[in-house]
């Protein structure tokens, strides 16, 4: 069985996905940053349904533990790691009104430069003749945009783009592509009802859940003639335009 490491495996879509690929022949390293209880959790679920697991802790606001992640999840495996998925992100609220330096530049660190330094040092660190895969997270809102989350959406936007070139600096050895979700879990602070009347307010009248963005990750990671794509899982939301975040509706 090969090694995926999932950033931000610890918690919502990045569980998610760290289950998924465990109940399909995928062994998984679990990233956290302050969740080490959760990532634990997962871990005796993922090593219940047969496929070994282990954590890995890393603040990837910290150079050394960021530059140290891929090494410490293939020592931790003990084997090489032949899948990364970008899962942890900063998403903080502003507006152009509020928009600061600093909150653009904390945004597109952990949002754009860590995910695309991390696939350089994955590729990097792949076992001899080994082949590769990187998926990366991106936001339905990239095609329908409203301007809450401003410095969160334009370093999602870099990201998109980074997902391409990626692809292209990274090929034959490394496959790169991105899968961008809908509205599938509730907004930081909303109340359960709004999410509820929300959630299924789609063109399909279908609310994606954790399980089918998982899903998507795991068509990009075992298709091995992909590479380069985004993969909207979003129930056809991106087809409607949205002036505030659901959050706030």
């Known amino acids: 069985m090969s090694w995926a490491l999932v950033t931000g495996g610890a918690q919502r879509l990045g569980r998610a996905v760290a289950l998924d690929l465990a109940h399909h022949g995928w062994n998984v390293v679990v990233?956290?940053?302050?969740?080490a209880q959760e990532a634990a959790d997962v871990v005796k679920e993922i090593r219940a349904a047969g496929a070994k697991a282990v954590t890995v802790g890393a603040d990837l606001d910290d150079k050394a533990a960021r530059h140290g992640l891929i090494t410490h999840a293939a020592q931790q495996a003990k084997e090489g790691v032949t899948a990364l998925v970008n899962c942890a992100a900063m998403f903080e609220h502003d507006t152009i009104d509020t928009l600061t330096e600093e909150a653009l530049h904390k945004h597109i660190a952990t949002n754009t430069f860590t995910p695309a330094l991390l696939a350089r040092e994955f590729a990097e660190a792949l076992p001899e003749s080994a082949r590769g895969v990187v998926v990366n997270f991106l936001d339905f809102k990239l095609?329908?945009?409203?301007?809450?989350?401003?410095?969160?959406?334009?370093?999602?936007?870099?990201?998109?783009?980074?997902?391409?070139?990626?692809?292209?600096?990274?090929?034959?050895?490394?496959?790169?592509?991105?899968?961008?979700?809908?509205?599938?879990?509730?907004?930081?602070?909303?109340?359960?009802?709004d999410y509820q009347r929300l959630h299924a307010d789609t063109p399909l009248e279908y609310g994606p859940s954790p399980e089918d963005i998982a899903h998507a990750v795991r068509f990009l990671i075992e298709n091995p003639a992909v590479t380069g794509q985004t993969v909207y899982v979003d129930a056809g939301r991106r087809f409607q335009s949205f002036e505030r975040d659901m959050g706030f509706m």
């Open 31 to 35: 990233h956290y940053r302050n969740s």
């Open 143 to 193: 095609a329908s945009p409203y301007p809450d989350h401003f410095s969160y959406t334009l370093s999602k936007y870099a990201l998109a783009g980074a997902n391409d070139l990626l692809a292209r600096a990274l090929a034959p050895r490394v496959r790169v592509n991105a899968v961008a979700p809908g509205y599938v879990l509730p907004a930081p602070g909303q109340a359960d009802a």
